[in-house]
Structures are given as C-alpha cells and as structure tokens.
T-cell receptor, first 116, second 114 residues
C-alpha cells in the first residue's frame, strides 16, 4: 500500500514568490496535517484538516494557507516567500476522527523548500 | 500549553552500547506519547508509542515507558547498532484537547560507531 506521498520533493523559489505543496494521504485516512521542520529542529505544526474542514492552526502568519479536497488530498500554499520559510515541509495523515483517539501520524518524505 | 523537552545531542556511542535518550513533557490533558525516528533525507517514521500511564511501547529493541508521576517517556535500547544512527524525536498528541496536533521535541542525533 502507498504511504503518504508529497510533491514535489525539492523546490527552489525566489523571495516574494508563491508556492503550492501537495499531499496525498494513506488510503482511508481522512485527516491531513502539515508541519514545518527547520534544519536542526523538530517539526512545528501548521495546519490540520479533517473532512475538508480546518481543525487546527499553528502559530504561523496568514501567508500560510491550506485546503483539503473531497478525495482527502491536501495543498499547502505559502505566499510572499521569505528566506526564513526555507525548510522541510512534512505532511502527515491519520485516522483521527474515525473512532480512534490519539492515533499516530504517518508522515510523508517531505518537500524541501529553498527560498533564495 | 503542551510541550516536549528532549535531551540535547548529539550522542555518539560505540556499537553494542546502552542507549538512553531523555524526554519529559507538559500537558494539560491525557496525551499519548510517541518516539519517531528520522533517517537522513527522509520523513519521520513511528518507532513506538504509549497511550496511557504505565504503558510500555516497544519496537526493534527500543523501549519507553509512560511515567505520569515524572511526566517522562525516556527511550532506551540495550545494544545499539550502526543502523540505529538517526535523529530521534519525542512527541505528544492529545486528541481530546488539541485534535491530532503533535508537539515534538527538538530531536536527538545519534551516531553509532563500529
């Protein structure tokens, strides 16, 4: 079975540009979350979506937005890129909301974003 | 708010040495606790988890016990191998109060030398 898939794997953008990252969850999972991992740090929560609705938002500026589609895949958008947005962006899916509490998150390989 | 404090690294051990990576947490509810591992250039993989106090999670020779009295979830392995070299993250999640949001520690880099 396919795990969480993310695209693209690597991306280089210029300051001020906009970027869209994509994620497909494990089949059957309805919850998708996004994390930012800066080099040498642990992942920081950005968003959680469940059944196409935002269920949680981390401490990130409004330049960050996301959405979830009817097939449960998700996109993360970042506008007006800053150098500090350079990081590994991780997508995770889980069985949250499907009758199980405190379920583990399954992570994709991530998208490495470099802003120059 | 919820948070995880993890032992600073990096940690360098000889093969077959004993490993301990300390992790303590702060949570307002009843979280589940996790250890994830990240190999170079890859995403995070679940290593083990514990969902309530006194539970012991175990996998691939690694163990961690959920200690509510000391708010700890230390990772241990009796005999490390070169293939265990990776970055280890302690994390918590509390569905009842914060959805499926995970709080991660800063990570501990482990290098095992032959």
């Amino acid at each position: 079975d396919a795990g969480v898939t993310q695209s693209p794997t690597h991306l280089i953008k210029t300051r001020g540009q906009q970027v869209t990252l994509r994620c497909s969850p494990i089949s059957g999972h309805k919850s998708v979350s996004w994390y930012q991992q800066v080099l040498g740090q642990g992942p920081q929560f950005i968003f959680q979506y469940y059944e196409k609705e935002e269920r949680g938002r981390g401490n990130f500026p409004d330049r960050f937005s996301a959405r979830q589609f009817p097939n449960y895949s998700s996109e993360l958008n970042v506008n007006a890129l800053l150098l500090g947005d350079s990081a590994l962006y991780l997508c995770a899916s889980s069985e949250y909301g499907q009758g199980r509490a405190n379920t583990e998150a399954f992570f994709g390989q991530g998208t490495r974003l470099t802003v120059v | 708010g919820d948070s995880v404090t993890q032992m600073e690294g990096p940690v360098t051990l000889s093969e077959e040495a004993f490993l301990t990576i300390n992790c303590t947490y702060t949570a307002t509810g009843y979280p589940s606790l996790f250890w994830y591992v990240q190999y170079p250039g890859e995403g995070l993989q679940l290593l083990l988890k514990a969902t309530k106090a006194d539970d012991k999670g175990s996998n691939k020779g690694f163990e961690a016990t959920y200690r509510k009295e000391t708010t700890s979830f230390h990772l241990e392995k009796g005999s490390v191998q070169v293939s265990d070299s990776a970055v280890y993250f302690c994390a918590l999640s509390d569905s009842w109060s914060t959805g499926n949001q995970f709080y991660f520690g800063t990570g501990t880099s482990l290098t095992v030398i032959p």
